[in-house]
């Protein structure tokens, strides 16, 4: 099957397809966790002070009316399921899982790319403000003695602000999903959130 023009790209010199139409052919051979992490990072944007201005390699819109002006391709139906789970500022995929995870188990809703107030504005990965609550991801990244200094800073003014943080590792996701959920929603209980509440 040859692939209309406006799929493909050139990458020096070289016939690729475009990220979008990538995005598309994954949805034949991922599940629909990985896609939306395809997605998350594809669409990938933030200014924050503490570095440098994240831009989107395809910014939501159109990664979303590429996938609406599309008919009859396999795939197309997971691809779409994934746009309706997708966020933008998500800055790695086992931060997409955790989400998923927090979605599925119908907790309120954690928010991507939200700014906790105060100087400096804290970043977290995931946060539900009206609860207080949020959510990082501490993957290999923060094992640096520099990184570390930066998160004890954040950690700090979290808790001053009166937010409540929940750190999740990769030994708690391999733990698998009730561990993780049951970590965020003991601290969801913690800032007066009682199931059935949204």
């Not at 139409?21 to 594809?42: I, S």
Request: aromatic share 6%; charged share 25%.
């Amino acid at each position: 099957m040859a692939l209309p023009p406006e799929d493909i790209m050139h990458l020096g010199g070289v016939p690729v397809t475009t990220p979008a139409r990538t995005f598309l052919d994954l949805a034949t051979v991922l599940d629909l966790d990985d896609l939306v992490a395809v997605a998350d990072f594809l669409v990938c944007e933030h200014e924050r002070h503490f570095e440098a201005r994240k831009v989107p390699i395809l910014a939501a819109a159109v990664l979303r009316t590429f996938i609406a002006d599309k008919h009859g391709i396999p795939g197309l139906g997971k691809a779409r399921a994934a746009l309706e789970l997708m966020r933008v500022g998500v800055d790695s995929p086992p931060e997409t899982k955790l989400r998923l995870m927090l979605q599925r188990a119908g907790l309120p809703e954690f928010t991507t790319n939200y700014a906790i107030a105060g100087n400096p504005l804290v970043w977290p990965d995931l946060a539900c403000e009206k609860y207080k609550t949020s959510a990082q991801y501490e993957g290999e990244i923060h094992q640096t003695t520099k990184k570390q200094l930066f998160d004890r800073n954040r950690d700090e003014r979290t808790a001053a602000r009166g937010w409540l943080q929940v750190k999740v590792y990769s030994a708690d996701m391999r733990q698998g999903e009730v561990h993780v959920v049951a970590m965020v929603e003991a601290a969801l209980r913690r800032q007066g959130w009682r199931p059935g509440q949204t």
